[in-house]
């Protein structure tokens, strides 16, 4: 019995190393292709509440590198609570619990997990790690410690452009995500920096309808688009899962983001 349970330890352990090895291999690599958005004057992440905007940003060749919350399950009420108190307890061991989810398990934080507003059920479960075990494999808890200390490093002196994509529900509160989001804001618009949050969610639309955006501005920097889709980003299609069908949508998302920046630089220059 105690042979039998060491060679699962064992096991687990090779187990998780070789996991370890593969991530680190895949890290350096997406570092790689980034590499040229990372030099630009205004860096690109996404900020949640899944991976599916930070799946568009490289799609759309916009990423420059992976944030906290490019690869989980979050909200921003969360992301608030995580910058108010520097990432503190985000890696502490005694906070990270693995979940069953499905036919696998899933890490979360037990310590990020209370919000007021309202969100898709599986972002209100706390903080989760969808798709990294930062309690088992090394690489991915080094990953994340990189990815706090970057992102703290650079708060108040790069501009960025962080893109939040919202998933609509009919208890989603617009107003009061608009507040979390200008709060965020005002935490990185300081010391002279200049930067925006892309908004995004869906309104579906009838099939016989074309696809079109509306665009909301907003003085403190939100930059709010409203998708008019004919199906919800998810389900067992990957092209509707992950957005493909609707590129087109990013795609003038973007430009008027681009005009938009190109139009305040030429304020400043004169």
């Known amino acids: 019995m105690v042979k039998a349970m060491k060679n699962i330890i064992t ?3 090779i ?8 991530r680190s291999i895949s890290n350096i690599s ?6 040229r958005n990372f030099k630009s004057d205004t860096l690109w992440i996404s900020i949640g509440e899944n991976c599916l905007a930070d799946d568009i940003l490289s799609r759309h060749n916009r990423k420059s590198f992976s944030s906290v919350f490019s690869s989980g399950r979050s909200n921003i009420e969360y992301i608030l609570q995580m910058e108010k108190d520097c990432y503190r307890h985000l890696l502490e061991k005694d906070q990270l619990q693995p979940f069953p989810d499905g036919d696998h398990f899933v890490v979360r934080s037990t310590y990020y997990k209370d919000c007021a507003g309202q969100y898709s059920p599986r972002h209100m479960l706390g903080f989760e790690f969808s798709h990294h075990d930062p309690l088992r494999v090394k690489e991915d808890l080094r990953a994340f410690k990189r990815r706090i200390y970057r992102q703290l490093k650079y708060r108040g002196v790069r501009n960025f452009i962080f893109l939040y994509h919202h998933r609509i529900s009919d208890l989603s509160n617009i107003p009061l995500l608009r507040s979390h989001l200008n709060e965020f804001l005002s935490l990185y618009n300081i010391k002279n920096c200049h930067c925006k949050v892309i908004l995004f969610y869906q309104k579906i639309i009838d099939i016989n309808t074309e696809k079109f955006i509306d665009f909301i501005p907003h003085s403190t920097g939100l930059l709010e688009f409203i998708c008019h889709t004919h199906a919800i980003w998810g389900g067992d299609d990957l092209d509707t899962f992950w957005a493909k069908r609707d590129d087109s949508l990013f795609t003038s998302m973007f430009s008027i983001v681009d005009e938009l920046r190109k139009k305040e630089l030429n304020v400043t220059d004169e």
């Open 30 to 35: 997406k570092k790689w292709q980034n590499r």
């Open 11 to 13: 096991h687990q352990q």
């Open 15 to 22: 187990k998780s190393n070789l996991r370890s090895i593969k």
